[in-house]
């Protein structure tokens, strides 16, 4: 299974920015300016569970994810890194990587169903995406 068989769920690309292309997975930036917040997607169809990723793409997309969380935490200073995968609304394996701060507007529970979300505006998601795609390239 290929990456030309790989489409990314439709809901995951239109609230996200496309960041940079990892050995395994794309990751991208969600589209809310209150949380500094990356998602992995694994390019391989047909995943929704951790668990059907086995051996060497599972260590990969492991290396992945850390390599995800330290660039985050490099980046923004972060007091906590949330890292989860939770496919409730979007089946397609995904893992959220969000950088969360004491005093965020969802502290200290989770971001999801909290307030109202804040778009990005075009020039800040661009420098967003380019920071995170240099720490990226750092870590």
Known sequence: MGDSEF?????????????TELDLATVR?????????AILVPRRPGLSELIELEGEPRATLTAEIDRVSRA??????????????????????HIHVIARFAGDPAWPGPVWGVGERRTYAAPQAM???ARLRAALDAA
Not at 10 to 16: C, G, K, V
Not at 29 to 37: G, I, K, Q, S, V
Not at 78 to 92: E, F, P, S, Y
């Open 127 to 129: 420098l967003t995406v």
């Open 72 to 93: 985050l935490k490099t980046l923004t200073g972060c007091d906590k890194l949330n890292v989860a995968a939770l496919g409730n609304q979007v089946r397609q394996l």
């Open 7 to 19: 489409l990314l769920d439709p809901r995951l690309e239109a609230d996200t920015f496309p960041v």
């Open 29 to 37: 930036l969600m589209d809310d300016a209150r949380f500094p917040w």
